[in-house]
């Protein structure tokens, strides 16, 4: 897979009423994504909160200390 490349979002089905009250959006960056381990910390919260029926949207912006 190249750096263009990418996967498409599976739809996910909503109530009748088209509600987005189950959207929950999570921002990590800095500390948070700073290396693997923490990366993979991230996935697992991403991941707890769609198996609790929440929908999940998450925005991971830069790693450790670099951006200004």
Known sequence: MS???F???PKI???AAGSDR???VMKFGGSSVA??????E???????????GQRVVGVL?????TTD
């Open 35 to 40: 290396d693997t381990e923490k990366i993979t």
């Open 42 to 52: 991230v996935a697992r919260r991403l991941v707890r909160a769609r198996e609790v």
């Open 13 to 15: 089905e909503t109530d």
């Open 61 to 65: 912006s830069a790693m450790g200390d």
């Open 3 to 5: 750096a263009t490349d």
């Open 22 to 24: 189950n959207l929950v």
């Open 7 to 9: 996967e498409s979002v």
